[in-house]
């Protein structure tokens, strides 16, 4: 099993900054894909930024320019920076990562999730 603990949720007025981070452990050999989400009340869980094992990055629309995704591949860590947040930015973000546990056995696992509330 692969489990991923998550931290560094809270609340945050508009135009600040917060920094979330997920490491995963158990049984890992490898880790191929870590991504960020977000899911909205009401909404559907919505993609936010991803980063492969080779560092290639990918982000939301409207998060781009403002959200930086990093991973640190030593400590089976995934950070998400968000600077300039905004009111609409609020939701929980969920960790998920994808990799697999021995050579030709996947699995995709997901944190429990971290509530971001940017508020004045």
């Known amino acids: 099993q692969v489990q991923l603990v998550e931290s560094g949720g809270g609340l945050v007025q508009p135009g600040g900054s917060l920094r979330l981070s997920c490491a995963a452990s158990g049984s890992i050999f490898s880790i191929y894909a870590m991504n960020w989400y977000r899911q909205a009340p009401g909404e559907q869980r919505e993609l936010v930024a991803g980063i492969t094992s080779g560092g290639t990055t990918n982000y939301a629309d409207s998060v781009k320019g403002r959200f930086t995704i990093s991973r640190d591949n030593a400590k089976n860590t995934v950070y998400l920076q968000m600077n300039s947040l905004k009111p609409e930015d609020t939701a929980v973000y969920y960790c998920?990562?994808?990799?697999?546990?021995?050579?030709?056995?996947?699995?995709?696992?997901w944190g429990q999730g971290t509530q971001v509330t940017v508020s004045s």
């Open positions: 998920n990562v994808q990799g697999a546990v021995v050579p030709g056995t996947v699995f995709g696992s």
